[in-house]
């Protein structure tokens, strides 16, 4: 009997875990493995490019976790530099090009993964194309950057504009910093990390002032204004321009669909494809989807959410390649955590903000605490702010915000498992948390949250 052939279309996280998991499952004389990668490299981690163009990873292949030459060495027909540009789903075939040759052809398919994965988010504004405008996603992203930072020179006087204050924003900023560059930061919201609410926000504007970075906020770009060699040379925004040597784009990304959606796939309110539990495309027996390209359930909220994330990726894979392997596996959702830092300021969040309980019609309260990542007495004790948010009456814990130093970020990882258990704010004053004076307080600062929460709550009821 024949084998099985499963076509894969992406070779990072999401497609190439979902290969390796099925190769590990099924060998080659039952699953031939096709996989498609429009790219110059494979399974690398996208999240750690801001700390390559830092410089605090000193090379770009530290970032690859496994190369095209291992994936083929396990049986896996692995095609670098080809995208695929069509997808015929009655037919069973995808059409791909051949980026080198230029080359196209027809390979069909018994069955298929899409992992797509995202692309920057990049306004149709005028000068958006200019050289020295970058997109940080890919490798190729971070290469084509360092290249472009090293055009500008070393002498002083170096500007980069970040366009953007989420992560990936952040992140960079914190990367032209230490590359020596004088960092503005232009950002539309509020305040920086529209991931956490404003007046947690506020504090990350806060420590990156204090750190040299100037952050203007409420500033929407208009034009990348270009000099006399056509690179970028300053931004417009409709509250002032900034010059600019470089300008790193850190506004966010999108679904990768596309190719999903000329096919006629399903896709969700937030542009990503809608799978079931297993990972398989709604409505399509034979077609799976995983990564950044996809829709994930929130488990707090209850709807459908885009995350791109490195970590719900290599999940999504391990579950798919399972399930194509003959096995099982299911993506039961995520409650949405996410840590970053800028310099030594650490940045962690869980759960829903005050605005996202809002728009699906929870009532709550809210407690927010200082206190410090060591017991007080200890010596480089440094102070964490914590936020709490509750649901009005039961208690049940719907998410957290931490800014601080010293460990603040991981803590969120207990939230985590909180909101995933459906524990409530009382309930979580129990947990028998590690302690020892270097590394908590007697009372861990999550706890302290969560007992002043716990009063908000009964107050809120009486």
């Known amino acids: 009997m024949a084998a099985e052939r499963l076509v894969v279309i992406g070779g990072d996280a999401a497609g190439m875990s979902a290969a390796s998991q099925a190769r590990r499952l099924k060998g080659a004389d039952a699953l031939e493995i ?8 494979t399974s690398y981690s996208a999240c750690g490019i801001p700390y390559w163009v830092s410089g605090d990873v000193g090379a770009r292949d530290d970032l690859i976790a496994r190369t095209p030459e291992e994936h083929r060495r396990r049986d896996i027909d692995l095609r670098m530099r080809t995208e695929v540009t069509e997808l015929d789903v009655p ?8 980026r080198e040759s230029g080359k196209t052809y027809w390979t069909g398919f018994d069955k298929l993964v899409i992992a797509t994965g995202a692309r920057p988010v990049r306004p149709a504004l005028p000068g958006m194309d200019a050289p020295g405008v970058h997109g940080v996603q890919t490798l190729d992203d971070g290469q084509a950057l360092l290249d472009s ?27 032209m910093l230490t ?24 504090l990350v504007h806060d420590a990156m002032d204090g750190l040299g970075i100037t952050t203007v906020n409420g500033a929407a770009v208009t034009e990348i204004i270009t000099g006399p060699d056509r690179r970028v040379s300053e931004v417009a925004t409709d509250a002032g321009r ?7 784009l850190g506004i966010g990304v999108e679904p990768e669909t596309a190719l999903a959606r000329g096919a006629g796939l399903p896709v969700g309110p937030h542009g990503g494809l809608l799978t079931d539990l297993s990972m398989r495309v709604v409505g399509h027996e034979n077609i799976w989807a995983g990564g950044d390209c996809v829709e994930v359930l929130d488990l707090v909220a209850g ?46 969040r869980t759960g829903l903000r005050e605005k996202d309980a809002r728009a699906v019609g929870l009532r709550y309260v809210t407690a927010t ?14 102070p964490m702010t914590v936020k709490m948010i509750a649901e009005y009456r039961t208690g049940r814990l719907l998410g957290v915000q931490i800014v601080g130093r010293d460990g603040a970020a991981k803590r969120v990882d207990v939230a985590a498992v909180a909101l ?38 009964r107050g809120a009821g009486s």
């Open 369 to 382: 605490i200082e206190s410090t990542g060591r017991a007080g007495y200890y010596p480089g004790a440094k």
């Open 91 to 98: 037919g069973r075939r995808v059409k791909a090009l051949d």
């Open 149 to 175: 930072l090293d055009a500008v020179g070393s002498d002083g006087g170096r500007r980069a504009v970040v366009v953007g204050a989420g992560y990936i924003g952040v992140e960079m900023a914190e990367a």
């Open 420 to 457: 995933t258990a459906g524990m409530t704010v009382e309930q979580m004053t129990a947990l028998d948390l590690g302690y020892a004076p270097p590394f908590s307080p007697v009372w861990d600062p999550v706890l302290v949250a969560a007992r002043k929460t716990v009063a908000a709550v």
């Open 34 to 41: 096709v996989a498609f990668e429009r790219g110059h490299f």
């Open 179 to 202: 590359r020596g560059f004088e960092v503005t930061v232009l950002n539309r919201g509020e305040q920086p990390m529209a991931t956490l609410d404003p007046d947690m926000g506020r």
């Open 242 to 248: 900034y010059p600019a040597d470089v300008v790193v």
């Open 303 to 348: 709807r459908t959410r885009h995350i791109a994330l490195g970590t719900h990726a290599n999940k999504h894979g391990q579950v798919i390649g399972s399930n194509v392997g003959g096995g099982y596996g299911t993506f039961p959702g995520v409650v949405g955590t996410a840590v970053s830092k800028v310099c030594d300021l650490e940045i962690a």
